[in-house]
T-cell receptor, first 115, second 112 residues
Framework: EAGVAQSPRYKIIEKRQSVAFWCNPISGHATLYWYQQILGQGPKLLIQ????????DSQLPKDRFSAERLKGVDSTLKIQPAKLEDSAVYLC?????????????FGPGTRLTVT | DAKTTQPTSMDCAEGRAANLPCNHS???????VYWYRQIHSQGPQYIIHGLKNNETNEMASLIITEDRKSSTLILPHATLRDTAVYYC?????????????FGKGTHLIIQP
């Protein structure tokens, strides 16, 4: 079974530029998550989708971050404009419900450096 | 979700059992204990979860105290590939919003 795919793996941009990350979840997984992991910290949830609808975006900085999952499969996370503090690894995860429990499967992440 | 406390780092000799503690003294009755780990430069990986009873799978065992205020993850025969950051997470299992809240975890270093 193929895992969660993310691209690019690395990205370096200057502050005030825009950037987009792409995620392809495991086939059949209706739930998709984006997390931000700053160096030395645990991942922090940014947004959760169920199919193409947003379930939780309470921690997404909506003035500069946006995410979509138009067809309920692939997802894109965008930052516009980027700030230095956005330097982090952006992780995508997907899950499905089994026996009332959802186990999340994570992709390898995209490492963003903002200079 | 309840708060968890874990040691910052631990060492374990290769081939020995690694016992990782987690304190969750404010856990409520409907909250599960989850463990994930993150190997360097990879995304987190699910290990195991439990509610009240001890659990075992092919990766690890989870021992939860009777009062549920603490738990221990056991890797029975640690290998060098088990070197990672281990996260203990306590949360309600429900439909809807279920993003994970990660702390800083325990950095487990397996020594050859």
């Amino acid at each position: 079974e193929a895992g969660v795919a993310q691209s690019p793996r690395y990205k370096i941009i200057e502050k005030r530029q825009s950037v987009a990350f792409w995620c392809n979840p495991i086939s059949g997984h209706a739930t998709l998550y984006w997390y931000q992991q700053i160096l030395g910290q645990g991942p922090k949830l940014l947004i959760q989708f169920q199919n193409n609808g947003v379930v939780d975006d309470s921690q997404l900085p909506k003035d500069r971050f946006s995410a979509e999952r138009l067809k309920g499969v692939d997802s894109t996370l965008k930052i516009q404009p980027a700030k230095l503090e956005d330097s982090a690894v952006y992780l995508c995860a997907s899950s499905f419900m089994v026996a009332g429990v959802r186990e999340q499967y994570f992709g390898p992440g995209t490492r963003l450096t903002v200079t | 979700d309840a708060k968890t406390t874990q040691p910052t780092s631990m060492d374990c000799a290769e081939g020995r059992a690694a016992n990782l503690p987690c304190n969750h003294s404010t856990i409520s009755g409907n909250e599960y204990v989850y463990w994930y780990r993150q190997i360097h430069s990879q995304g987190p990986q699910y290990i195991i979860h439990g509610l009240k009873n001890n659990e075992t799978n092919e990766m690890a065992s989870l021992i939860i105290t009777e009062d549920r205020k603490s738990s221990t993850l056991i890797l029975p025969h640690a290998t060098l590939r088990d070197t990672a950051v281990y996260y203990c997470i306590v949360r309600v299992v429900k439909g809807g919003a279920d993003g994970l809240t990660f702390g800083k975890g325990t950095h487990l270093i397996i020594q050859p």
